[in-house]
Structures are given as structure tokens and as C-alpha cells.
């Protein structure tokens, strides 16, 4: 008796080995690349060969830097760390996560594009300052916004704070204006049409334009970056972001400097003589190939 019970606990115990060291195998043959594969950068995933569903999970160290943009593709940008090292950095799984910066010269502000920016208004809701700051973004589809984020793009005038305005209450003290831009003149005044909501108000003479858009349209190579996210260990150079910062000390509008006669003369009495013209002169750049980020010298499209 004592035999034939022990018999089945033996049993027993062996189907479960097994069945556990076939369910690590299935795991193992599933998440790990095979040896010699490299790994596949774009919209499958490239952490460590890894597809983009198991990426996330596989990246468990924490990695934070600074340097230059260099490159794109796709969904993954190359970055230039400040030692040299180039890193392949992924696209957050939030597209608001991903940040560009860049101050924009008043002219950049054109009828119907989209602005927002907070004023403060009265009882009455008539403002009672000029507008301070006015930012130009690109709108994101409602799917593509996370909901603590939604009231930056969705056109309206929104109570700031956290604090949601009373259905039918006049709104007061400090509002966020989302709309779209109808007119904006020398003199300073500013019309907005925010959703059903005509908005007038008057910008501050030194008044700050700053574009914030959640691509890279406005991106060039040379742009400073900062990135926070996940490395699966012991490669640290394929990074899944949590966060991108693009920023650039260029002023989007604003035309290059020329330089006067007298520069131009001295750069082409120093030049040294060549067979072949040179390409660049004059600030003029080669046609970009398809991906690549545009150099110092293109001129953006707003």
C-alpha cells in the first residue's frame, strides 16, 4: 500500500517536470533571437532581437544621457552621446513623450495654425493681461492622446488647473486657450477661434513663439536630445525611450545671415584654388536622401 502510494507520487512529480521545463522551452525558442540574428530596427521591435510586445519586458535597466541627433528611421532616431557612442533609440509607446522645441520668429504665425496659450480673464471673461507665450503645435488624434493630456488638444477654452469648470459657469481667473489662429496683427491683437468659442485678447510685445510639436518635422541633424528609458543588458546602445527632448537653438522663420561685402570678398581671396566647385558655397545643400534628417543649412516648411 505505502509502495503503490509512493509510486504515484513519483509519477505525478515527473509529468510536472516536464511540463515546466517544455513551458521554459517554449519561452526561451519565443522571446530569444536566434544566434547570429541581428536585430531587426522599425515598427517590429529591435531591443535585443526582441518583437515589440516582449521589448518593453525584456529592458530592465534604467539608462538616462544627453547628445546629438543624428539620424532617423521610422520609428527609431540615432543619437550621438555626448562620449561618441551612437545609441539606436526607439519612439515612446506615447506619442506625447516625444517632444520638439524650438523658438519661431512672429511671422511663423499664420491664419489657421493651430496655437494655444493661457491669458487671464475676469468675471466677466474679458482678459485682463496680454498673452505672455504662444505655442504652435501639430493636433493628435483623440486615440493618440493620453486623457490627462486631452485638454492640449482639444480646440476650447479649458479652466487651468485640474479643477474641471462647472457646466454653464462663466469662466474665470487663469484659462487654456486651444484653437485655431484667424488673425494676429502688428498692433498686438490676437483672434482665436477655440471650438465653438470666439477668442480676442492681446499678445505682449515680447511676446515668446514657441513651437512644440510631437514629431520630427522640424528636426535637423546637430539638434541637442535628451533620453529616458529601458537597455536590455549588456547592450546599452539599443534603448527603448520613455522619453525624447529635442531641442535646437535655431529660430524657426528666421532667414540666414548673409554676409556683407566685405566678408564675402575676404572669404574668396582666402579660399584656396580647386578643380571643382564647391557644393555647399553659399549655404546651398545637396538634395537629402530619403530618411535622413536634414542638415543646419535646409530651410523648414512650416
Not at 19 to 41: D, I, K, N, R, W
Not at 73 to 86: F, H, K, L, M
Not at 219 to 246: C, L, S
Not at 266 to 283: E, F, Y
Amino acid at each position: 500500500m505505502r509502495n503503490r502510494f509512493l509510486y504515484r507520487r513519483i509519477r505525478v512529480s515527473r509529468s510536472l517536470t516536464t511540463g515546466a521545463a517544455l513551458a521554459m522551452a517554449c519561452f526561451f525558442a519565443h522571446y530569444s533571437p536566434a544566434v547570429g540574428q541581428a536585430p531587426t530596427p522599425g515598427a517590429g521591435g529591435y531591443a535585443a532581437g526582441l518583437p515589440a510586445n516582449a521589448a518593453g519586458a525584456a529592458a530592465n535597466e534604467v539608462t538616462k544621457f544627453s547628445g546629438k541627433l543624428k539620424d532617423a528611421r521610422g520609428n527609431v532616431i540615432v543619437v550621438t552621446r555626448e562620449d561618441g557612442t551612437d545609441c539606436m533609440v526607439q519612439f515612446p509607446d506615447e506619442i506625447t513623450s516625444l517632444k520638439f522645441s524650438a523658438a519661431a520668429v512672429p511671422g511663423y504665425l499664420r491664419r489657421g495654425t493651430p496655437v494655444r496659450f493661457a491669458m487671464a480673464i475676469g468675471p466677466n471673461g474679458a482678459p485682463i493681461s496680454p498673452v505672455e507665450k504662444i505655442e504652435i503645435f501639430a493636433p493628435l488624434g483623440p486615440g493618440a492622446v493620453p486623457r490627462n493630456q486631452t485638454a492640449q488638444f482639444t480646440p476650447g477654452v479649458h479652466q487651468a488647473g485640474r479643477q474641471a469648470r462647472q457646466r454653464g459657469a462663466t469662466p474665470g481667473g487663469r484659462v487654456d486657450v486651444v484653437g485655431t489662429l484667424l488673425m494676429i496683427t502688428p498692433q498686438g491683437a490676437l483672434a482665436v477661434q477655440a471650438g465653438n468659442t470666439p477668442v480676442k485678447t492681446m499678445v505682449a510685445p515680447n511676446a515668446e513663439i514657441e513651437i512644440q510639436m510631437n514629431n520630427l518635422s522640424l528636426a535637423q541633424a546637430g539638434d541637442e536630445v535628451e533620453v529616458e528609458g529601458f537597455y536590455n543588458p549588456p547592450d546599452e546602445t539599443k534603448v527603448k525611450a520613455q522619453r525624447i527632448k529635442i531641442t535646437t537653438d535655431r529660430v524657426i522663420g528666421e532667414a540666414p545671415a548673409q554676409p556683407n561685402r566685405k566678408e564675402r570678398s575676404k572669404r574668396n581671396k582666402n579660399a584656396l584654388p580647386t578643380d571643382q566647385p564647391d557644393p555647399t558655397a553659399d549655404g546651398e545643400a545637396g538634395p537629402a536622401t530619403p530618411g535622413q534628417i536634414p542638415t543646419a543649412t535646409d530651410t523648414p516648411t512650416p
